[in-house]
């Protein structure tokens, strides 16, 4: 197969994850004959600081034009310290979300079982935990009318949804429960929120199309709280777009970081592939970035042109990189000296070399090459 993917590796430590997730990618193209073309383009901070506005043409071009974006992080302190800064890094990747008509953002949060006690939560809780998360992406108060009084002391935020778009994600959640276990749970806030109570609606209606599937109904605060104290009662989650924001990020306390968080965002033509973790810019060129994220937005990145022989040797090698403690300090006590790249190399060995990866952790050369 051949791929034209748009690169975006961004701000802070995007640019070192992405350049892990490309290292996977290559080494995918090699071992099966694709051909994957990448292409890189300015977004964010970085792109404020060479052109002035945080989604250059030339970016959005780029993207429109390719079968997948390949997308990093965005963000910087600076910018997060100044309320009044008009133009700021976030706008970029909204923009890009909105241009590329990307509605549907899909979140998987898995409890590795080697990593069941890097969570601050009680093993028995999250222990088999496999959610999906199906969070809205082009709506809600995100993208609603912001307005800032003339004297700076009112300020407002609109939360608009209509029907289509509570509708077209509403189906692609259905799909993907009637693919798992069968169980939909819709988030909202339908006892205060009118735009809550339009979601509930469409989802009633649409229920009976889908007589295999059971869904259930919680309000955001009381599913914030279950997120916690039972996950695994959850199969496929289906919310708006500041909910799903807020419960995804929630949901990496149980997987043990949120840099084992993957994601990918669909339209109708389009797809981008990234971690949903931030910039990390105090975490930025010091090796520490957990790169993981970013492998396995790529491994959803093979899945959706249909390449899951591929995406699932790239999962195996993660799994293993797992398993061996060949992983970054926020995940790793065992070993003080892995950093981002070689986290990267031990995978790309890995896909490289699958039959040859010695299991026993003290035989393998980081920092040279993980095979012997």
């Known amino acids: 197969m051949k791929l034209n993917i748009a690169v975006l590796p961004g701000d802070g430590a995007g640019p070192e994850v992405t350049a892990q997730a490309l290292k996977v990618l290559k080494a995918i193209a090699m071992e099966f004959n694709h051909v994957f073309n ?71 949060v898995i409890a590795y079982e080697e990593l069941l006690n890097k969570s ?20 809600g108060i995100y993208f609603g009318d912001k307005v800032l009084s003339d004297d700076g002391n009112k300020a407002s935020d609109i939360c608009e949804y209509n029907r289509f778009e509570v509708e077209r994600i509403t189906h692609l959640a259905f799909k993907a429960a009637q693919s798992r276990k069968r169980k939909l749970a819709l988030v909202d806030k339908a006892n205060v929120l009118e735009s809550s109570r339009l979601w509930r609606r469409v989802v009633q209606e649409l229920t009976p199309q889908y007589p295999d599937v059971t869904v259930d109904y919680l309000f955001i605060d009381n599913a914030a709280m279950e997120l916690i104290i039972n996950p695994r009662q959850f199969d496929v989650i289906l919310t708006e777009n500041m909910f799903g924001d807020i419960l995804s990020e929630e949901a990496s306390v149980i997987v043990g970081s949120i840099g084992l ?15 949903i973790h931030g910039a990390y810019t105090k975490g930025a060129n010091k090796g520490i970035a957990n790169p993981i994220a970013s492998i396995l937005s790529a491994a959803m990145l093979l899945e959706h042109f249909g ?59 980081l920092g040279q090459s993980t095979i012997i």
């Open 120 to 139: 601050s939560l009680k093993k028995r809780q999250i222990k088999d935990t496999n959610i999906l998360i199906y969070r809205e992406l082009t709506g």
């Open 38 to 108: 990448f292409t890189e383009g300015l977004v964010g901070a970085s792109a404020i600081q060479k052109t002035g506005i945080p989604l250059p043409e030339e970016t959005l071009d780029l993207c429109e034009n390719a079968d997948a974006v390949l997308f990093g992080a965005i963000g910087n302190t600076s910018y997060d310290l100044d309320p009044n800064a008009k133009i700021r890094p976030e706008q970029g990747l909204l923009g890009l979300r909105k241009s590329l008509g990307l509605y549907a953002n899909i979140r998987p």
């Open 261 to 275: 968080l993957a994601s990918a965002s669909i339209g109708e033509k389009h797809a981008m592939f990234e971690p």
């Open 307 to 365: 390449l899951d022989d591929e995406a699932a040797l790239v999962r195996e090698g993660v799994d293993k990189s797992i398993k061996l403690h060949i992983t970054t300090p926020d995940l790793n006590t065992k070993y003080d000296h892995i950093t981002t790249t070689k986290v990267g190399d031990f995978i790309e060995d890995f896909i490289n070399n699958p039959d040859e990866t010695n299991l026993n952790f003290t035989n393998i050369h």
